[in-house]
C-alpha cells in the first residue's frame, strides 16, 4: 500500500549492529504498529503506538526499541542486531474511529539479514 | 502466543473450485478479520466479522463466524489463479487493551 511506506526494504547486516528501519503513512492514521513475520509463525507483534506520546510493547518487544517522532513516523530500532532478528518486518496502521477503524494498512515489508 | 490458528496449512486447488479456510481461536473476541498476502508483499485487509454477526459477504468471499466454537471460515468461490496468496484471521479480543493476534497463515495455490 503506496499510503504506508517502509525504508530500507531490504537490509543485510552484522551481528551486533544498531539497525533502524522507519515508517511513514500518509492516510493521518493514529494508530501505528511494528511486526515481524518468521516463515510458519504469522505476524507477532512488537510494539504499537496509539498517538504520539504512546509506546506499547507488544508480544515480541525484547531486543527491539521504537520511537513515534510524528503521528506520520513510527520507528523501529534494534539496538544490537543478532541472527535470530534476520525476518521480514512490517509497518502498519489504522484508524482509532470511522466504519473501518479496526481495518489495519501494511507497508511493504523490510527483509532483515543479520550475519 | 498465537490466537488464531488456521486449517489448513496449505491448500492446493484447480481453478473454477471453491476454497475453503478455518480459523480457530482460543479466547472470547470482539471481532475477526481476514487478510490476504501476496508473496513478500505486505497483508491487505479483506472482510472484518463481528462477534455479534455470523456471516458476512464481500464479492467471491464469505466468511462465517462460530463464537460457540471459537471458529471462523473463509470461502472464496470460483477461484482464480490470482487467488494464490496466503490468508490470515487476526483476531480483536475483548479483554481490554490492544489484542488483535494473527494467526499463521494458510497458503493457497490455485492453478490455472
Known amino acids: 500500500d503506496a499510503d504506508v511506506t517502509q525504508t530500507p526494504r531490504n537490509r543485510i547486516t552484522k551481528t551486533g549492529k544498531r539497525i533502524m528501519l522507519e515508517c511513514s503513512q500518509t492516510?493521518?492514521?493514529?494508530?501505528m504498529y511494528w511486526y515481524r513475520q518468521d516463515p510458519g509463525l504469522g505476524l507477532r507483534l512488537i510494539y504499537y503506538?496509539?498517538?504520539?506520546?504512546?509506546?506499547n510493547k507488544g508480544e515480541i518487544s525484547d531486543g527491539y526499541s521504537v520511537s513515534r517522532q510524528a503521528q506520520a513516523k513510527f520507528s523501529l530500532s534494534l539496538e544490537s542486531a543478532i541472527p535470530n532478528q534476520t525476518a521480514l518486518y512490517f509497518c502498519?496502521?489504522?484508524?482509532?474511529?470511522?466504519?473501518?477503524?479496526?481495518?489495519?494498512?501494511f507497508g511493504p515489508g523490510t527483509r532483515l539479514t543479520v550475519l | 502466543s498465537q490466537q488464531g490458528e488456521e486449517d489448513p496449512q496449505a491448500l492446493s486447488i484447480q481453478e473454477g473450485e471453491n476454497a475453503t479456510m478455518n480459523c480457530s481461536y482460543k479466547?472470547?473476541?470482539?471481532?475477526l478479520q481476514w487478510y490476504r498476502q501476496n508473496s513478500g508483499r505486505g497483508l491487505v485487509h479483506l472482510i472484518l466479522i463481528r462477534s455479534n454477526e455470523r456471516e458476512k459477504h464481500s464479492g467471491r468471499l464469505r466468511v462465517t463466524l462460530d463464537t460457540s466454537k471459537k471458529s471462523s471460515s473463509l470461502l472464496i468461490t470460483a477461484s482464480r489463479a490470482a487467488d494464490t496468496a496466503s490468508y490470515f484471521c487476526a483476531t480483536e479480543g475483548n479483554t481490554g487493551g490492544f489484542k488483535t493476534i494473527f494467526g499463521a497463515g494458510t497458503r493457497l495455490f490455485v492453478k490455472a
Open positions: 492516510k493521518g492514521h493514529d494508530r
Open positions: 502498519a496502521t489504522s484508524d482509532h474511529q470511522g466504519a473501518a477503524y479496526n481495518e489495519q494498512f
Open positions: 479466547t472470547s473476541i470482539n471481532n
Open positions: 503506538s496509539f498517538d504520539v506520546k504512546d509506546i
